[in-house]
Nanobody, 121 residues
Framework: QVQLVESGGGLVQAGGSLRLSCVASGSIFSINVMGWYRQAPGKQRELVASILSGGGTNYADSLKGRFTISRDNAKNTVYLQMNSLKPEDTAVYYC???????????????WGQGTQVTVSS
């Protein structure tokens, strides 16, 4: 019904930047919130940032000022600009959305497969 494909992960040195992208595709009638979570080895998955269709954003307190989320509603795409990266930012980053598939009255939560971000010291 709805597929999410992330891109932009990789290996970067501490202090560097990466930009993640996530495209939602499929039989989509409407998308509400889009966002990013991350999961480091041995840790629980945690919210990084989210953005509503109207542009309202929410960030993990520890990431404010370094990470910026944005979206292109026309392209069903969400971005995560990550600056001043630290080794502790190393994790698998998952794209997520709450979307209404065509023909369904319900909004459903979808997840991407994840993209690895590794920050070396």
């Amino acid at each position: 019904q709805v597929q999410l494909v992330e891109s932009g992960g990789g290996l970067v040195q501490a202090g560097g930047s990466l930009r993640l992208s996530c495209v939602a595709s499929g039989s989509i009638f409407s998308i509400n919130v889009m966002g990013w979570y991350r999961q480091a080895p041995g840790k629980q998955r945690e919210l990084v940032a989210s953005i509503l269709s109207g542009g309202g954003t929410n960030y993990a307190d520890s990431l404010k000022g370094r990470f910026t989320i944005s979206r292109d509603n026309a392209k069903n795409t969400v971005y995560l600009q990550m600056n001043s990266l630290k080794p502790e930012d190393t994790a698998v980053y998952y794209c997520t959305t709450v979307a209404q598939p065509v023909g369904s009255p319900l909004y459903t939560h979808y997840w991407g497969q994840g993209t690895q971000v590794t920050v070396s010291s």
